[in-house]
């Protein structure tokens, strides 16, 4: 189906008074009329098509939809039989108007729920709005290609210092290169530009990549803040020790306080997550204790010895 660019047709703007395109109709109309050029087909068929401009934007409302359509799309790929209530009499040569005009603004035109329904648009999920009887055609199914969304696993160390990642998209078998930013949240999300689905008027949608950080056997996350298990011997926790913890950017030494139980959690402030504004949440070491598997003989008899003089009763 050719689209018909009535505005040009007319030869006014886009934003031109009903009053504009009446004047500027009546004045083509008479050039054009076939009384004043008897056996000239060029004038007949611009005659046509004056007609035709007019019938659609001399009414308000087939103007309202004609403008929510967009006058700057490509319909070499619609197929109005995909739409729902389309009817094959649209195409007759009986009408003095061309397809275009029978399709969208005839007798028995398709009107633009059915189209969006036609095209895999369902009830709530239209890509235009009715504001006060004007149509918002910012993200019409006609103007811009549809979006793409994938997902991206990447390791923590990679989510705190960025990187940059290769990806494979299925839809044209490309690989990108994807740069991570550092200090990126899983569930956020990365847009590059036009490498989503090609429009209809040629323009491309976005590819959004989601992020998802995959589990780390040390590090966990917890919003800006980062937990690290911290595995005690039973005699550390008891006296107290000094303890090296691995942290995402280096090591760092940390004292433990005597009696420490299992479950708490030591504070290293500005030592977790990336934050906002170029600050870090905080680092908590979670206190574990574990007791050796297996004892050599000294070591039994001590913990033999220790219980029979402790008064200790952990389930007192």
Known sequence: MQYKNYYDILGVDKNASLDEIKKTYRKLAKQFHPDANPGNKQAEDKFKDINEAYEVLGDEEKRKKYDALGNNMNF?????????????????????????????????????????????????????????????TRKSVFSDGADVETELTIAIEEAFFG?????????????YSVKIPAGIRDGEKIRLAELGHVGMNGRKGDLYINIKIKEDPYFRLEGSDMVVSLPLAPWEAALGCQAKIRVIDGTLSIMVPAGIQSGQRLRLAGKGYRSGGGGRGDLFAEVAIMVP?????????????????????PRG
């Open 293 to 313: 598997r297996t004892m050599n003989g000294q070591e039994r008899r001590l913990f033999e010895e220790l219980r029979m003089i402790s008064k200790f009763d």
């Open 76 to 136: 070499r790929n619609f197929d109005p039989s995909q739409v729902r209530g389309y009817k094959s009499e649209y195409r007759t040569d009986s009408s003095p108007f061309s397809d275009f005009f029978n399709v969208f603004f005839g007798k028995n035109a398709i009107n633009l729920d059915d189209i969006f329904s036609g095209l895999g648009f369902g009830a709530g999920q239209r890509t235009y709005t009715e504001r006060e009887g004007e149509f918002d």
């Open 163 to 175: 990187a940059e990642k290769k990806l494979n998209l299925r839809q044209d078998e490309k690989t």
